[in-house]
């Protein structure tokens, strides 16, 4: 599945707030899109940690 391609860190905390997570620190108060490859490994880590499919953490974070 395809990542999203003009999300914002704002934008990725939010939809991670569903399953618990919390912003604990912010550094500026910038909404610039996050770069493929962060993004990309974030969700893996995030994937991995509840031990799914990082397709499936898309399907169910953004519902594409």
Do not use: W
């Not at 860190?9 to 997570?21: F, H, R, S, T, V």
């Not at 969700?43 to 519902?63: E, N, P, S, T, Y």
């Amino acid at each position: 599945m395809k990542l999203p391609r003009n999300l914002t860190g704002a934008q990725l905390i939010k939809a991670l707030e569903q399953l618990g997570y919390q912003a604990t620190r912010q550094a500026g108060s910038h909404a610039d899109p996050l770069r493929i490859g962060t993004l990309a490994s974030i969700l893996a880590d995030v994937a991995a940690h509840h031990g799914m499919a990082r397709d499936d953490l898309i399907q169910k974070l953004f519902g594409k």
